[in-house]
């Protein structure tokens, strides 16, 4: 009998800094590493620029804020990756909706073939009047997605209250 393993090139991790973003990163690693040295680790944080619409005194001090605090949280992930033995890893901010980009975008301009995205964190009410980034990847992105919800023992992630407790401690 013989077992074809699909094997990932590229792939794509949208984190935010979100306790499920975490969990995808750290997931996306270990498929990278099973993957061989040869494969790629892109990390990508969208700024929402709908989130600015509204702001009636916008101005470019906020947006670098923003950006810096990204930039940041990136950095922090390209080192985390890097002391666990990753060589190929990259990270880009980009600017826009986050479900397009994320979805099709960022996915054509690198070539990639896995997208491993956090579960999202939305109550239902949210999830219907905004809709989920996660559920709008996996619906129509053209490259496999994983949606990650338990972390690398896979134990279920932490509920919204014991991230909560986990906080106070």
Known sequence: M??????YQNILV???GSYEAELAFKKAIAVAQRNG??????LVHI???RAFQNISSFDTEMVEQVTETAR???EGYVKEAKEIGMTNITYSIEYG???VLIAKEIPEQQKTDLIVIGATGLNAVE???IGSVTEYVTRTATCDVLVVRTDLDNKLALTK???KAAKKD
């Open 37 to 42: 040295s040869d494969t790629t680790l892109h």
């Open 2 to 7: 013989i077992f074809m393993l699909q094997k």
């Open 14 to 16: 949208p984190v935010d």
């Open 47 to 49: 700024v929402d620029t």
């Open 161 to 163: 209250e014991q991230k």
């Open 127 to 129: 999830r219907l009047l």
């Open 72 to 74: 940041q949280t990136m």
């Open 97 to 99: 909706a986050p479900k």
